[in-house]
C-alpha cells in the first residue's frame, strides 16, 4: 500500500513538473512575476499617490494601505503618479427578527487614474473592496470591528488597484510591441487610422 502511495506521489510530481515546464514553454507569466533578468522593486515604489478624494474617515487610511503595500527594502525614482476618488458604504448582512442588525458589509468602491510621468499617458480604471463585521452589544467591540474592517477594506482595496494597473500595464506593453513587429506600411496604417498613442 505504502509502494502504491509513493508512486503516486511520484506520477503527481512528474505530472506537476511537466506541465511548469509547459506553462514556461508557451511563454506564460503570473501578473506579480518579474521577467527574466529584471530586478526591480514593486510596482508601487515606481508610484506616487498624488491624491485621495475621499471622506476624512478613509482617506487617511487609503493612504496607510498604499504606503504599507510598497516594497521598504528597495526605493524607485517616481514613474507614475496616482489620484483616487473612493466612498465607504455599508450594507446589512443579517438582520433579526426585530429588524436589529447583527452583521455588516463594509464596502469601500472608487476609481482610479494612473498618469505616466515620462509621456503623461494616463490609464484608468474602477475597482472595489468588501469586509463584513459583526454588531455586537458593547459598542466599543462594535467600533473596534468596524475600524478594522476599514483597514482590511482599505489594503484590499489597494491591491486591487494594484492587480488592475499591472494588468493594464502588460495591456499597453503587449500592443507597443504588436506594433513594433508590424511591417512599415502597416505601422503607418494604423498610425493614420489613430489606433495607436
Known amino acids: 500500500m505504502i509502494d502504491r502511495v509513493s508512486h503516486v506521489n511520484r506520477v503527481l510530481a512528474l505530472l506537476f513538473g511537466a506541465s511548469a515546464l509547459f506553462l514556461s514553454g508557451c511563454g506564460f507569466q503570473p501578473v506579480y512575476a518579474t521577467r527574466e533578468g529584471q530586478d526591480q522593486p514593486g510596482?508601487?515604489?515606481a508610484i506616487e499617490m498624488s491624491d485621495v478624494n475621499a471622506s476624512p474617515s478613509i482617506a487617511p487610511v487609503i493612504r496607510e494601505a498604499f504606503e504599507l503595500r510598497k516594497s521598504s527594502s528597495e526605493a524607485a525614482s517616481?514613474?507614475?503618479?496616482?489620484?483616487?476618488?473612493a466612498r465607504e458604504s455599508a450594507q446589512n448582512l443579517a438582520v433579526q427578527l426585530d429588524a436589529s442588525v447583527t452583521r455588516f458589509n463594509y464596502i469601500i468602491?472608487?476609481?482610479?487614474?494612473?498618469?505616466?510621468?515620462?509621456?503623461?499617458?494616463?490609464?484608468?480604471g474602477k475597482v472595489s473592496s468588501v469586509v463584513s463585521f459583526n454588531v455586537v452589544n458593547s459598542q466599543y467591540s462594535t467600533l473596534y470591528a468596524e475600524q478594522k474592517a476599514?483597514?482590511?477594506?482599505?489594503?484590499?482595496?489597494?491591491?486591487?488597484?494594484?492587480?488592475?494597473?499591472?494588468?493594464?500595464l502588460q495591456d499597453a506593453d503587449d500592443e507597443r510591441d504588436r506594433v513594433k513587429a508590424l511591417p512599415p506600411d502597416d505601422y503607418e496604417l494604423e498610425i493614420i487610422d489613430g489606433e495607436t498613442q
Open 109 to 124: 468602491s472608487g476609481t482610479y487614474q494612473l498618469r505616466r510621468a515620462r509621456d503623461q499617458k494616463t490609464f484608468t
Open 43 to 45: 510596482l508601487l515604489n
Open 150 to 168: 476599514r483597514e482590511k477594506a482599505a489594503r484590499q482595496f489597494i491591491e486591487a488597484v494594484e492587480r488592475d494597473i499591472l494588468l493594464s
Open 78 to 85: 517616481t514613474e507614475y503618479f496616482l489620484a483616487i476618488k
